[in-house]
Structures are given as C-alpha cells and as structure tokens.
C-alpha cells in the first residue's frame, strides 16, 4: 500500500511557518506532490529548505514569487517505487538523485517557463504533477488555460502508451494537482453564482469532462459519488470557517488502477494554506 498526497501550499516558505513540517510528520506520505511553491532556484538554497527523510524535486517558475511545483518522495520507499529510466516523448530536462529521472514540463516554453508540470516514471505506474493556470477574474487567461489542459491531458494519455523500457508493457499514470476547476455543481458552495466566474466556465469543465471520460477517474468522486467537501477557500468573508469553498484539487488515475484504489480523502482539517492536502491510498 502507498500513500501519495498533494498540496497547494501557496507559498512552500510560509507553509513552512504554518506547520508543514508538522503535516509531513504526522502523515508521512510516500509522495507528496505540491504546487504554487512559489520559490526560485536561487532561493531554495539561500532558505536552506529541508524536509528530513524525503527527497526533494523542484520546477521553479522563472518568475520569482510564482507558481512552480515540486515533489518530496520518502527516502525509505524510493528503492520500491522507482525504476531509473524517465519518461519517452517528453521535454529533457531532466534533475536526476539517487538515479532518479524526473521530466520538468511539457515542452512548450510558454506553460513551462511557469514551472508547472513534472513528471516521474516508477516501476508500475507513471506520476504526474501539475499546477493548472488560473483564467483570472476576467477571464484572460482562459483560451491560455484550454490549451494547457489540452496539452497537458495529451501528455497523460500518451504516457498510458509508452511502454517501459524494463517490461515493454504500457503501464497506469496517477495525476494529481490543483486543476483550477470544480467540475460539476456539487465541487463548489455557490454553482449558480459562479457559472461565468474562472474555474467554473463552461469551457474549463467541457475540457475537464471529456478528459475524465476517456478512461479517466476523480478518485474522490469515485467512492465518495455525494459528499460535499472542498480543497480551496478565499481568504476573504471567513470563507473557510463557513465552508464556502471549491474542490479543485485533484487525484486522477488510469481506469486500469481502479480495483486498486483502497481510499480518498481530503484532508479540510489541516491548515497553512488557502487549500487543503489530498490523499489517496493505493494497493500496488
């Protein structure tokens, strides 16, 4: 059994100060993938940033202060989840530790000079991190988002047909991520008001919705098909103590691993961010 879970942190230094460590500590994830760390490459090593027993990856937007991802993987399961070849297809540039490959991007300067898709081969399955753009309140990005999405969901069904270079088989992807949407009315408190608003546009969950359709599955929705829970809560209006939030962060799997999913959860009871870690549990 493996546990991978995913935050937006917005900011990974002032989640450091809201207790991360501590949520690191607590859960112990085998994987956790973040998104909006906003740090540049310069800055990691003037922080000093450490997080004992994992092994860090990074994809710094080339603006400071903005966007990026990155990946933590817990030093005692590396030897059990990796094999040492990365990704076919994909942008070369590569940050290797330990033998490890990981893909920064999707080969298109304009998404990833944000830094915001990294992508890992393991033994049995392909990982994906990603952090969507956000259309922006009016909606200037949207035609910018669209065609991220349509890159990025190319990206993973095309990696559920690379075979790997050990086996020859093709193999599963797990994606995960802040995907700045809600899909449906019952990801968000207030759908009607929202209709026209960015992360609720038609286009966005269109975009969203046939991907899923493609042998895709939004693993909470999967065994959790009625609950109310969100990820994202504005800062403003006391919106978290009131609930008055949006589930825009995802864990989304490859059909083929559904039997194997054994647990979903969004983690509303942790701070230190505007969002909330996910978790998922798999039996692999």
Known sequence: MITLMSWNVNGIRACLRNGFLDVLKKYQPDILALQ???????????????????????????RPGYAGTAILIKDTTIAFLFSKRGPSGANPQRENKKDIAVINGL????????????TIEFEKFYFVNAYFPNTR????????????????FKHIKNLEQTPSASSGQVKPVIFTGDFNVAHTEIDLANPKENEKNAGFTIE????????????????FRELHPKDIKYTWWTYRFGARRRNIGWR?????ISKLLKKYLKDATIMDQVVGSDH?????????
């Not at 990005?141 to 990025?152: P, V, Y």
């Not at 966005?204 to 693993?219: A, C, P, V, Y």
């Not at 825009?248 to 989304?252: G, L, P, Q, S």
């Open 36 to 62: 909006e760390v906003k740090i540049a490459e310069k800055d990691r090593f003037d922080a000093k940033l450490d997080f004992p027993g994992y092994t860090e990856f990074w994809n710094s937007a080339e």
């Open 107 to 118: 080969g298109l300067d304009k998404f990833d000079s944000e830094g915001r898709v990294q």
């Open 137 to 152: 309140h009016d909606l200037s990005r949207l035609d910018f988002k669209i065609e991220f999405n349509n890159k990025i």
């Open 204 to 219: 966005e969950r269109t975009s969203f919705d046939k991907f899923l359709k493609n042998k895709m599955i939004d693993t």
């Open 248 to 252: 825009i962060d995802y864990f989304v």
């Open 276 to 284: 909330c870690p996910i978790m998922i549990k798999i039996n692999l």
